[in-house]
Each structure stands twice: as structure tokens, then as C-alpha cells.
């Protein structure tokens, strides 16, 4: 049977953001993958996600921006861990931020709109990878961070569920050890 599906499922995997390069998806194929990963399972039909697109100048900047606020919440920050905060969002040629913009007086709980959300981002990686490109779903200190927020433009009620870098592979993406049915799948019995 053929279950092309199941196939793109089975080859998922992440490819780090340092082994992805140029070229990204161009303007239209990149509306194209935006425009099926947002079709989600979404409660309420509240569509509480947004995407904001960083590339070129933009994402320098933005990789730019974020180095000087870790410097400035930590000084001493390591030679080793500066050097990692300036070439974050060097890498990949796109990267895409999936926020959660979440309405707290709705009666779908939080926690379901934050999964919408992140059906979102998940849906970015798989499409991506069917399209022939990489990615890797990132989030680190900068997602929690409420200035970095704002710097994104986000108010109150709006945070980053993920830095989904995107680009060309320079590599097979390494495999890894995948969760065994066994351990993860029981019947239940009452
Ligand atoms: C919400 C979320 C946040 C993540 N943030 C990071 C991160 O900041 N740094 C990192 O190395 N991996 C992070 N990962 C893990 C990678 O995206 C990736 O899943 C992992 O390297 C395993 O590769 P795989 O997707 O092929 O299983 C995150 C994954 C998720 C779901």
C-alpha cells in the first residue's frame, strides 16, 4: 500500500541550524508552505498563532539585537557563549517565528491554544523537509523573554513557541535513537 504520508513521517528528523544554508524557500514557495501549515486543528477556531518572517538584514539584525541583551543581562558572559549568542541566527538563511497569540478570556483552555500554536511550527518542519529543505525547531532563552517579545512586536497575551530556522542541508541530517511503540503505547484496563 502506498502511504506517502506515513513516509514523510517516518523520514522527519531535524537538521541543525548550523548545517543549513542557501538557498531557503523563495518568497512564493515559503507562502506556499505557510498556507498548509496553518491549517491546524484549532478549538474554537480562535487561530491563535502568528508567523513572523526574518531574513536578510532583518534576521541580522534580529540575531544582532539578542546578542547585545545577553551581554547586557550577563557581562561575563564566556568568550565560548558570546560567540554562540552572535552566530545564532547566522546559520540558517530563514528563520520563521511561530508565536502562541493566546486569548485568555476564551473558554478554550491556554494550554489548547498554545498546542494549536504548536501545530503550527510542527507543520513548518514537516513541510519544509516534504519541500526538499531542512529545519530545526529552536527556542533557548530568547523565546521566554519578554523584551525579546516586544522587540518582535508581541503584547501581553503573545509569546514565541519556536525559531524554526530553515534552509538548504550541507549534510545528511544525523539520525538519532527514535522512541521504541513498546515504551511509549499500552492498553488501558480499568
Ligand atoms: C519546543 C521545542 C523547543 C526546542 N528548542 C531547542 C533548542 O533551543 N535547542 C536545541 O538544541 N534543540 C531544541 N529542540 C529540539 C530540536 O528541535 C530537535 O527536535 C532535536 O534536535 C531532535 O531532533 P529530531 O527533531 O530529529 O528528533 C526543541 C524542540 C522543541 C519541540
Known amino acids: ?9 517516518n523520514a522527519r528528523r531535524s537538521v541543525p541550524s548550523r548545517q543549513l544554508g542557501e538557498p531557503a524557500p523563495d518568497d512564493a514557495t515559503l507562502r506556499r508552505l505557510i498556507e498548509a501549515a496553518i491549517r491546524v486543528p484549532d478549538h474554537g477556531k480562535l487561530e491563535p498563532f502568528r508567523i513572523r518572517i526574518l531574513r536578510g538584514d532583518a534576521k541580522h539584525a534580529f540575531g544582532k539585537a539578542l546578542a547585545s541583551m545577553a551581554l547586557e543581562a550577563n557581562p561575563d558572559l564566556s568568550d565560548a557563549k558570546r560567540d554562540k549568542e552572535q552566530r ?3 546559520y540558517a538563511p530563514l528563520v520563521l517565528v511561530v508565536s502562541a497569540k493566546v486569548d485568555p478570556d476564551s473558554k478554550v ?31 533557548g532563552w530568547a523565546a521566554y523573554d519578554r523584551d525579546v517579545a516586544r522587540l518582535l512586536g508581541m503584547k501581553k497575551h503573545e509569546h514565541v513557541v519556536g525559531f524554526i530556522h530553515v534552509g538548504t542541508p550541507a549534510m545528511e541530517a544525523p539520525e538519532r535513537e527514535r522512541p521504541s ?5 499500552a492498553p488501558w484496563q480499568p
Not at 511503540?181 to 503505547?185: K, Q
Open 1 to 9: 500500500m502506498n502511504q506517502p504520508t506515513l513516509d514523510v513521517l
Open 88 to 90: 545564532r541566527y547566522e
Open 109 to 139: 483552555p491556554e494550554l489548547e491554544q498554545n498546542l494549536t500554536a504548536g501545530c503550527v511550527a510542527y507543520n513548518l518542519l514537516l513541510g519544509a523537509q516534504a519541500l526538499g529543505y531542512g529545519a530545526q525547531w529552536l527556542t
Open 181 to 185: 511503540y513498546d515504551d511509549i503505547v
